[in-house]
């Protein structure tokens, strides 16, 4: 088991060497936005929708974000539904109208492959309409792979910061002998990692220059929950 743990270690060491100059460059980004009194979107399909949760409503995290989590994306009702959806291409505007996004506002777009409909067609619709777009995905995988979107694009090739998630191709990359297919899939833990030193930094920035950042403090302590209202 300690292999396994040296393994995904390594991965956290390769965002810690790559990406914390993304990582700040998003969270100067977001801090800028919440000061301008604008919005901060969060989003993702498939298992990438985590990446969303560990951000929104959490002890720890930060109280404004707005994440565009529906179930047709998750996996809470079937384990190909999303698969479905992410590919079809006029979803992301009806999120994107449904949930009010503005010029100047943020939105962090999720997606591991970053080639699907549903990342792209929202990075594409958040520029034309003036928002800044971070995306966090894997970019070994999506170099290696075709854009499943009309346009061509992927995901990293639309936002304004791109955050490797330094996973491997095909995500899970961890081979046991005897097993065809690779085991543990790595965003599970980058993603966490990312999101972890983006709040904290976001968190860092406010409080230096003077304004408070609204974190929430974990329900399940004693006033807790009366702190958070």
Same mark, same amino acid.
């Given at each position: 088991m300690l292999d396994v743990i040296a393994y995904y270690q390594s991965t956290i060491d390769r965002i810690n060497e790559t990406q914390v100059e993304n990582i700040a460059l998003a969270a100067k980004l977001t801090a800028d936005a919440f000061e301008k009194?604008?919005?901060?979107? !969060?989003?993702g399909s498939?298992?990438?929708? =985590?990446?969303?949760?560990?951000?929104?409503?959490? *002890?720890?995290?930060?109280?404004?974000? !707005?994440?565009?989590? =529906?179930?047709?994306? =998750?996996? !809470?009702?079937?384990?190909t539904k999303s698969t479905f959806v992410e590919r079809l291409?006029?979803?992301a505007a009806i999120l994107f109208e449904l949930y009010g996004c503005k010029k100047d506002d943020v939105i962090l777009i *999720?997606?591991?492959?970053?080639?699907?409909?549903y990342p792209v067609e929202m990075a594409l619709l958040a520029k034309e309409a003036g928002l800044k777009v971070v995306a966090v995905t894997n970019v070994k995988h999506s170099?290696?792979?075709a854009s499943r979107h009309p346009s061509g694009k992927?995901?990293?090739?639309?936002?304004?910061?791109?955050?490797?998630n330094c996973g491997d191709l095909g995500d899970a990359a961890y081979h046991l002998e005897g097993i065809e297919a690779p085991v543990g899939p790595t965003s599970s833990i980058s993603n966490s990692v990312i999101a972890l030193l983006y709040t904290v930094e976001i968190a860092r920035l406010l409080q230096s220059r003077g304004v408070e950042a609204p974190v929430f403090v974990s329900a399940n302590v004693d006033g807790g929950f009366e702190k958070n209202e």
């Amino acid at each position: 088991m300690l292999d396994v743990i040296a393994y995904y270690q390594s991965t956290i060491d390769r965002i810690n060497e790559t990406q914390v100059e993304n990582i700040a460059l998003a969270a100067k980004l977001t801090a800028d936005a919440f000061e301008k009194g604008q919005k901060i979107f !969060v989003t993702g399909s498939g298992h990438s929708h =985590t990446f969303s949760e560990e951000l929104y409503g959490r *002890a720890g995290g930060l109280a404004f974000f !707005v994440p565009m989590l =529906t179930s047709e994306l =998750t996996l !809470v009702e079937h384990p190909t539904k999303s698969t479905f959806v992410e590919r079809l291409p006029g979803y992301a505007a009806i999120l994107f109208e449904l949930y009010g996004c503005k010029k100047d506002d943020v939105i962090l777009i *999720a997606s591991n492959s970053g080639r699907n409909a549903y990342p792209v067609e929202m990075a594409l619709l958040a520029k034309e309409a003036g928002l800044k777009v971070v995306a966090v995905t894997n970019v070994k995988h999506s170099l290696a792979t075709a854009s499943r979107h009309p346009s061509g694009k992927r995901l990293l090739e639309l936002a304004d910061v791109v955050i490797d998630n330094c996973g491997d191709l095909g995500d899970a990359a961890y081979h046991l002998e005897g097993i065809e297919a690779p085991v543990g899939p790595t965003s599970s833990i980058s993603n966490s990692v990312i999101a972890l030193l983006y709040t904290v930094e976001i968190a860092r920035l406010l409080q230096s220059r003077g304004v408070e950042a609204p974190v929430f403090v974990s329900a399940n302590v004693d006033g807790g929950f009366e702190k958070n209202e």
